[in-house]
């Protein structure tokens, strides 16, 4: 047995074991981004870095091995401020926005784009369960509302806005028309499930001011409307990313994911109507909003994304029309979790890195399209990729 | 056919139609067919796999990539991940010869740039094009060519230029398509019983680049037309690359004479003066002709034959005095193709005396005794090393020779493999004996083609003589030993990457422990030395520890071997005991600084090392005072600056350097390095802000120290010392003002009143900065300049100056 301190904790560990490992028996939580369990160790992020104060070194605890003597602390402030250094070292090349304008503006925070996404996929009756469940005392707040959503929304630099507004409020009233038949009909349970999401929405008030202040290409007259107005109840997370300056052919890659729209309605009158709007939504916004590792680990180290994009990793998007993966490469960190995971097969290739260093990228093979790879291992690489770079068109750790 | 071209910034892969002809295919096909019987079918043979197909197509079509996936176990990822992280590996057609432009530091401090911009102005590369028009030519900037004595240097094809100007480039290009591409050798021929004399022409690459193949051809017509019975001997590296070619002459009466800088026309007048030729009639008319030329030229009165001896090895002598051989014992002397001559002077001695002892653990301890510690750069004790690996259970074992020695401004490496293969083998086998290994591999960098022939060659003469095989020397102890040609990635130097190149996965470190002597190559205890590691322990075993530990001081024994590059007067190769301080090698060595300059720095351990100034030269050199001085070791690079250096600029370079050879694995060595190289590339341009010299410091520190391996864990080392040494310089860039006048964003250039109106500044402005005024003043016009410092080269009285923009 090799004995050990960790935070002046006398421990005692078998010689191969992690200081990751060890420190979660000591009960004590060391972040990571990288590292899964029973995966090959890459030790890439270094946000689990911890210290040797035996030997005055920085150690990566996913992968460092405990040595006998060692005196490990995880909680210093030079270490804090190599972390904190790590995550804004990968924010710095993240272009990505955590949440989009439409949502971010939105006095009631509503959640745009999953509506708009639920409805282009066909799903009416989530979609409008949806609507429901973010209703606050029972009121759209959209019939008095001015649009905000409308005028944020990026759509409307290639040709005009999508119509968010009559959207909801066709829904709203289709609900409302539904609950009267229901009432009529006796029926009256609401989902358990979605009773839980609406109390997590009302949870915690959001810090408006923090969300809108990220995006650069709203007018500065919004942004103080929309940071005065009171009540914003959607969105609980403090932390954002931002994408900096976006480019004209960026946005046109955004359009990638506007499949077979062609029609444009203004007025909303059905599901049909609701449905070809919404398909013009480029979902500029992030599927895994909620569940995001990076995100969760910037508000927990007290981090603010300026926006100052070192590396302009480009906003592409890459689309498997095979099995609906999308790749947001400007999303991804290079933890290389997706390739370690996932088989790669001559008969079905995997996801592998191409270039060196700086360059280096999450890719198809050269010898393989996109569409060819993960016929069946989409799903695993979605679950393990620690930001929302992985993801089906409806949302990032669900399955289609 | 298609070819997919992958675009690195867009991440995006775009469909380009190439020109191949119907039936392209089928040739691409049989031709990975031949490949892959050739070099097997296993994953771990991916590189040598992709190395032979772009051999033969010059660049790998992603047909051929598709075909090695179908008919081998290599899968499409892993061919991506390794074709596209080696520098190596093209994906695009290239043009038909490659224009090699040397980065390394002597080359960098000396205008590499330059002349990168000059061939692709002269070639007319559009924009965004990287092979001329007619697809004759591809310019590729490399890391180092390890020529830096003959700084600034460019390689086309397998054809080396020095000292390369600007100006020069469209002679070179002349010169390349009008030469034959035929290599000349000594034949058998010349392997006389007893010559009357021996002639020793230096065969490294330094002095190749030099013009000694010419000489050489010259040599060879010399002696054939006066039928001249003498041994013409081609040795390895001498080690005073700056004044190659160099001819040595041993006559037959004990007559010893050197000669530096040889042209083509001296040849046979030098050969003559010391060797009479054999027929009478040839005789007479060398005699005529001799006489003839004394009357119709004063030449011969300048020529070198007529300086005396004493003066003409004057410099030789000083470049050699204070050095100490061990590792590159019997250089200038030693052939290197030639095992016999090895053993001759006592080659396999040491092998033979190991083997007798029986006893591995007496080997190992006479290294641990000896105080030798790994040369690579990070200094640990190589009979630790040694023990631990034998100490490990099971076989197979294997023992690496880390020749990928990448650094730029270091050639030490590849010098000691072309001149002295026999003597790493032997140092290999005394290492495998020690440690209880069976297998052998020298990882040599593909740039260096003539030190993997030379190892080749001698692999197979040791395996003649019985040093290889099986039973060597009639005990039972085995070896076999391969090569493994690195594909152009620094980071393999660091062992842990080497071994998974090896694998044939990308060359990303991984943390240690487990060290690879314990866990290594195919999950089994290997042993990494350095190529200069293994090159001393013959010596070591053959004179003892006791003999080894006199030389050196402290913790620091033996001696190190330098490549001495840059502003110094006399560049090269050396050997020097450590211990010697910076001053003795480049004031008593290198004959101080070229050109009459102010000695400013000197740069030692390349991109992990630092610039220690001028007033600190009475630093020891060993491994602690240079870590104690914030530079290192390193592999050796010895490069000299003079006060028209930057030290942002070299900085700059060396970062850049770093950042473009990481691996990309960590954050911080893959985004902070390259943070930090925003910020030093805008103060270079005084874009920055002076508060931005403390947000520089601070990743320093943190790209330190978060980083994985030696690589990000020293690429901050040129900062933090220019920082420590030289703030000064990096606050007057802040304020827009170079003092070496360096930095382009910050420097303009002017003509002065000296101008004489000759007119050759407006003929050799590649942009028509300067207008045509013949016996006026000329004038630059700034917009227009795109300072390639062209007219300053040729001006004549020193008329064109470099100023500040700012000051």
Known sequence: MIKIRINNIEMEAAAGETILSLARRAGISIPTLCHMDGVEHYTSCMVCMVRDNATNSYLPSCTALVSEGMDIDTSGEELVSIRKKAVELLLSEHRAECEAPCRVVCPAGYNIPLMNRLLASGEYDKASELVMSELDSRELRCLSCRGYCENACRRKKIDRQLSIRNIRIFIYQNLNLQEKQDQSAGVQEQPAELQDQSAGVQEQPAELQDQSAGLQEQPAELQDQSAGLPGNTGLKRTFSSRTGRIGEDELKEWLKECKGAEKRFENITDFHSAGEEAKNCMHCDCRASEDCRLRDLAQELGIRDRGRKVINAPLTKKINHRTGLIFEHAKCIKCGLCVRVCKDKKEEPGLCFINRGFESLISEPLTAEFDDILTTQADLCISVCPTGALSYFTGHNKTR | ?807
């Not at chain 2, 005794?369 to 640990?380: D, E, H, N, V, Y």
């Not at chain 2, 240690?512 to 290997?526: A, E, I, N």
């Open chain 2, 1 to 807: 056919m298609h070819i997919r071209k992958l675009n690195t910034t867009t991440g995006n892969t775009e469909n380009n139609t190439c020109n191949c002809q119907p039936g392209d295919t089928d040739k691409i096909i049989s031709l990975v067919e031949e490949v892959v019987a050739l070099e097997g079918r296993g994953k771990d043979r991916v590189i040598p796999i992709l190395q032979g197909v772009q051999k033969r197509l010059s660049y790998l079509p992603s047909e051929a990539l598709r075909h090695i996936c179908r008919i081998s176990d290599i899968t499409p990822g892993q061919i991506s991940e390794v074709s596209t992280f080696y520098s190596q590996f093209h994906h695009l057609p290239t043009g038909k010869h490659i224009i090699k432009i040397c980065s390394g530091t002597a080359c960098h401090v000396k205008g590499s740039q330059l002349i990168s911009d000059s061939f692709r102005r002269v070639l007319n590369f559009g924009e965004g094009r990287n092979s001329s028009p007619d697809n004759l030519f591809s310019v590729e900037e490399v890391a180092c060519l390890g020529c830096c004595t003959l700084a600034p240097v460019v390689q086309i094809d397998d054809k080396t230029y020095g000292h390369v100007k600007p100006t020069l480039t469209e002679n070179i290009l002349r010169d390349f398509l009008s030469s034959g591409q035929e290599i000349i050798q000594p034949d058998d021929k010349m392997d006389l019983a007893d010559p009357d004399a021996e002639i020793r022409i230096g065969l490294g690459s330094c002095c190749i680049a030099g013009g000694s193949r010419n000489i050489l051809s010259r040599l060879m017509e010399v002696t054939e037309s006066f039928d001249l019975r003498i041994k013409i001997k081609p040795v390895g590296c001498v080690g005073v690359c700056n004044q190659t070619p160099l001819l040595e002459i041993v006559a037959g009466n004990g007559e010893h004479a050197r000669y530096t800088n040889v042209t083509q026309d001296q040849v046979e007048e030098i050969v003559l003066r010391h060797i009479v030729p054999g027929s009478l009639a040839k005789r007479i008319r060398y005699r005529i002709n001799d006489l003839a030329d004394t009357f119709l030229s004063d030449y011969l009165l300048k020529s070198p034959v007529n300086i005396p001896g004493e003066e003409r090895e004057k410099y030789l002598n000083n470049f050699t005095r204070k050095q100490v051989r061990l590792a590159t014992m019997h250089c200038g002397i030693l052939s290197p193709d030639s095992i016999d001559e090895y053993m001759m002077l006592g080659g396999f001695d040491a092998l033979k005396k190991t083997i007798q002892s029986g006893d591995p653990q007496q080997i190992t301890d006479i290294i641990i005794k000896s105080g030798l510690r790994g040369r690579g750069g990070a200094g640990f004790p190589a009979g630790e090393k040694w023990r631990i690996a034998a100490n490990e259970p099971g076989q197979p074992k294997y023992v690496v020779c880390n020749g990928d020695e990448g650094d730029p401004g270091a050639f030490m490496d590849r010098m000691l493999l072309e001149s002295f293969p026999c003597r790493i083998i032997e140092g290999m086998l005394i290492a495998a004996y020690a440690t209880g290994a069976s297998k052998g591999i020298f990882y040599i960098r593909a740039e260096y083609p003539l030190a993997v022939e030379r190892i080749r060659n001698a692999l197979k003469y040791c395996h003649e003589k019985g040093f290889l095989g099986k039973n060597i020397l009639g005990s039972d102890f085995s070896f076999s030993a391969e090569i493994f040609e690195g594909a152009g990635a620094f980071v393999c130097g660091e062992e842990t990457a080497l071994i998974t190149s090896l694998e044939g996965r990308r060359g990303t470190p991984h943390l240690r422990p487990p060290f690879p002597v314990v866990r290594g190559y195919m999950k089994r205890p290997t042993l990494v030395n350095n190529v200069e590691t293994l090159a001393v322990v013959p010596w070591i075993i053959n004179n003892g520890a006791e003999a080894f530990r006199r030389t050196g001081t402290g913790k620091s024994r033996g001696t190190k071997v330098f490549a001495l590059a840059g502003k110094t007067a006399r560049g090269g190769l050396i050997e020097v005991p450590m211990g010697i301080t910076i001053r003795e090698i480049i004031g008593d060595i290198g004959e101080g600084v070229a050109d009459g300059r102010k000695f400013k720095a000197v740069q030692i351990g390349g991109p992990s090392g630092g610039c220690i100034p001028a007033s600190m030269a009475d630093t020891p050199v060993d491994y602690e005072e240079l870590n104690r001085m914030g530079a290192m070791m390193g592999s050796g690079g010895l490069v000299v600056l003079d006060d028209t250096d930057c030290m942002v600029d070299v900085a700059k370079y060396f970062l850049s350097f770093t950042h473009r050879q990481s691996c990309g694995k960590c954050t911080f060595c893959r985004v902070g390095t390259k943070q930090m190289l925003d910020i030093i590339t805008r103060l270079s341009e005084g874009q920055a802000d002076i508060k931005e010299i403390d947000e520089l410091e601070k990743l320093s520190f943190y790209v330190k120290n978060g980083s994985l391996c030696g690589l990000g864990k020293t690429a901050p080392n040129p900062v933090i010392t220019g920082l420590k040494y030289f703030r000064e310089e990096y606050e007057a860039h802040a304020s827009g003002v170079c003092p070496a006048k360096k930095c382009r964003g910050l420097i303009s250039y002017v003509i002065t009143d000296k101008c004489t109106g000759c007119t050759k500044c407006f003929q050799e402005c590649p942009v028509n900065a300067i207008g045509f005024r013949p016996y006026e003043k000329h004038e630059i016009n700034q917009e227009l300049c795109t300072k390639c410092d062209n007219c300053r080269i040729v001006c004549p009285e020193n008329a064109v100056e470099i100023i500040g923009t700012n000051d």
